[in-house]
């Protein structure tokens, strides 16, 4: 079945370690972007990609990077965690043209401690 | 930019309406969505409307369309707890190549 997998699902880890979250999706999609979800509920898009190679920053600067090598899989990563990075991420994907929307992973919820 | 905005939270009693409302801001919406959030989950599609309709009904949602003001609402019948979650609307802006989402509405079913 065609879907949009994250992992992990939960992240507890320690400041100044480099992690990397996952994201790869089935769908066939060209794009994809990550959102990050702070506790207000607000969802900020941070990075984007309309194909391989492809990579844009959003609306909300974030120390995070990201690299888009496969169609299918699109991993964030914080070279060096901090509190403040303490968020759910959430992965997304579409075809070129959403008309139907996006589809979204499940999320991961990562806390730096 | 393009705004879209939505009140904050709703809480209603189990087996009543719901209305989430939301307004935009970009009167070039083709398409307008709206999706529920569970606690620790992704965003889940409800369901979607073309700009050119005013309406649409899928079982116990209705989505209502008024694009004179920019309106877009979102009704449950018979809310029921299971329907506890976040909602946001989004509209398909930048010449059809993004979504941009609200703010989200947190509805609270109380029995």
């Known amino acids: 079945e065609a879907d949009i997998y994250q992992t992990p699902r939960y992240l507890v880890i320690g400041t100044g370690k480099k992690i990397t979250l996952e994201c790869s999706q089935t769908?066939?999609?060209?794009?994809m972007y990550w959102y990050q979800q702070d506790p207000g509920m607000e969802l900020h898009l941070i990075h984007y990609?309309?194909?391989?190679?492809?990579?844009e920053k959003g609306d909300l600067s974030s120390e995070s990077t990201v690299s888009r090598i496969r169609t299918e899989h699109f991993p964030l990563t914080l070279e060096s965690a901090r509190p403040s990075h303490t968020s759910q991420y959430l992965c997304?994907?579409?075809?070129?043209?959403?008309?139907?929307?996006?589809?979204f992973g499940s999320g991961t919820r990562l806390t730096v401690v | 930019g393009e705004d879209v905005e939505q009140s904050l939270f709703l809480s209603v009693r189990e087996g009543d309406s719901s209305v989430i409302n939301c307004t935009y801001t970009?009167?070039?919406?083709?398409?307008l969505y709206w999706y529920k959030q569970e606690p620790g989950a992704g965003l889940q599609l409800l369901t979607y409307?073309?700009?050119?309709?005013d309406m649409k009904q899928d079982q116990r949602l209705t989505v209502l369309l008024n694009k004179k003001d920019k309106h877009l609402s979102l009704r449950i019948a018979d809310t029921q707890t299971g329907d506890s979650a976040i909602y946001f609307c989004?509209?398909?802006?930048?010449?059809?190549?993004?979504?941009?989402f609200g703010t989200g509405t947190q509805l609270k079913v109380e029995l």
């Open positions: 997304a994907s579409s075809p070129t043209t959403p008309y139907y929307g996006y589809t």
């Open positions: 769908m066939g999609h060209d794009k």
């Open positions: 990609s309309y194909g391989v190679n492809s990579t």
């Open positions: 970009d009167s070039s919406s083709t398409y």
């Open positions: 409307i073309f700009s050119n309709m």
């Open positions: 989004a509209d398909l802006t930048g010449g059809g190549n993004k979504l941009t």
